[in-house]
């Protein structure tokens, strides 16, 4: 656990790495600072390099799926409106003193609408913050 006198109502924890379907994001910023968890928060946001890192992974796994317009912050969306079946790439989080979050795939895509016109976006931002901030993924953290 990371302290911060301005942050004292809130957990934070150092985040030393990310794996996306066991493929290990490459970034200095990894185990420098904190990452703020807040599960009343839908979308993550992260440091632009380990977004960008992480937004480079992910798209490479999971090619072949037609892109859609981003939705406000959120820039990585798929039209999944004629797909039947969706291979999703694992999401594992890390941090420090061994705590692993080994994000549920129900939660890594954020479904728009509820009908036939399903547009999907990563729940993960680049909007930047003073803290980065770990959303209702973190309702997965086991240590």
């Not at 985040?15 to 990452?35: M, P, R």
């Not at 992974?57 to 939705?71: C, D, I, M, R, T």
């Not at 994000?103 to 016109?117: G, P």
Request: hydrophobic share 45%.
């Amino acid at each position: 656990m990371v302290s911060n006198p301005q942050l004292s109502n809130f957990y934070i924890l150092n985040l030393t790495g990310i794996d996306v379907s066991g493929v290990a994001l490459e970034d200095t910023s990894f185990g420098n600072g904190g990452v703020l968890i807040d599960s009343r928060t839908v979308i993550t946001r992260l440091a632009p390099s380990v977004y960008n890192a992480l937004k480079t992974e992910f798209l490479k796994q999971f090619s072949g799926y037609p892109f859609a317009p981003g939705l406000s912050i959120l820039d990585t969306c798929f039209n999944l409106t004629s797909i039947e079946e969706v291979s999703i790439p694992t999401l594992s989080m890390h941090f420090e003193d061994n705590v692993d979050l080994n994000v549920d795939t129900a939660v890594i895509l954020y479904m728009v609408k509820d009908d036939i016109s399903q547009v999907w976006h990563l729940q993960v931002s680049l909007k930047k913050m003073t803290w980065p901030l770990l959303g209702i993924i973190s309702k997965g953290i086991r240590g």
